[in-house]
């Protein structure tokens, strides 16, 4: 069985090789750890070697493990669905929001973002793949949305996140990324974050511009959602 490391060394190889393919440097892409169903322990083997950056999906959870991991200084990162009535926890608790998809949500952070911490980095979760998906915005909606949340003055928007609909055809996950970097180009808003890209598909993410990929399968192991 293979260890955290062990899989962590293996990422950074698929990076590289994906980021020179693509005529970029493997350090503009940062690896973010989905540790959702995982133990605080994995995330302290992630964090020994070498993991900065946890993704967490479900706010109890993520509030549990922060609470067994204070002594490590990790960034964190909500990336599941937000429901209006967490959004003050994941201001107070988290550096980035990968999964804004409605002003309300947005506004609510913006206010709820406490004075003594530095703006809330945001991406804004695109829908790309139509009826596959029930998160995200649409395309049509992107541009007012997206607009709306720079003027935000707690919050600094980075950049757009996506998850395409599953495939293994690479020309098919490619097509996907690309339509999330032109939309998020055609704003014309100074964007610095492409938040796309897991396990199956972090070439093609990075072939088409990715800047965090969120990884937690081929870290972390196969999540089990059997066991209480
Ligand atoms: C679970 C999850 C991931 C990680 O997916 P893997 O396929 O296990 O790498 C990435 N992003 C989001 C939003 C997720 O919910």
């Known amino acids: 069985m293979s260890t955290i490391a062990d899989n962590l060394s293996t990422l950074a190889a698929r990076i590289s090789v994906a980021a020179e393919a693509a005529g970029?440097?493997?350090?503009?892409?940062?690896?973010?750890?989905?540790?959702?169903?995982?133990?605080?322990?994995?995330?302290?083997?992630?964090?020994?070697?070498?993991?900065?950056?946890?993704?967490e999906n479900y706010l109890q959870e993520a509030l549990n493990k922060?609470?067994?991991?204070?002594?490590?200084?990790?960034?964190?990162?909500f990336i599941g669905p937000i429901q209006s009535n967490k959004t003050r926890?994941?201001?107070?608790?988290?550096?980035?929001?990968?999964?804004?998809?409605?002003?309300?949500?947005?506004?609510?952070?913006?206010?709820?973002?406490?004075?003594?911490?530095?703006?809330?980095?945001?991406?804004?979760?695109?829908?790309v793949s139509g009826e596959a998906s029930k998160s995200g915005c649409t395309p049509e909606e992107l541009p007012a949305l997206a607009n709306a949340i720079a003027a935000l003055p707690r919050l600094r928007l980075r950049g757009l996140m996506a998850i395409p609909e599953p495939t293994d055809d690479r020309a098919a996950q490619e097509a996907a990324f690309s339509r999330v970097r032109e939309l998020q180009d055609s704003?014309?808003?100074?964007?610095?974050?492409?938040?796309?890209?897991?396990?199956?598909?972090?070439?093609?993410?990075?072939?088409?511009?990715?800047?965090?990929?969120r990884i937690g399968t081929a870290l972390f192991g196969a999540r089990d959602y059997g066991q209480p």
């Open 24 to 55: 970029r440097a493997p350090s503009d892409i940062r690896l973010l750890a989905v540790s959702k169903t995982k133990p605080a322990a994995a995330v302290r083997e992630a964090f020994a070697a070498g993991v900065r950056d946890v993704g």
């Open 66 to 77: 922060q609470g067994e991991l204070t002594d490590l200084p990790l960034t964190w990162h």
């Open 89 to 127: 926890a994941i201001a107070e608790h988290f550096d980035w929001v990968h999964s804004v998809d409605r002003l309300k949500i947005a506004q609510r952070l913006s206010e709820q973002r406490p004075e003594g911490l530095e703006p809330l980095n945001i991406c804004l979760q695109l829908n």
């Open 187 to 213: 704003l014309g808003l100074s964007l610095d974050t492409l938040s796309m890209g897991m396990s199956h598909d972090l070439e093609a993410a990075i072939a088409q511009g990715a800047t965090w990929v």
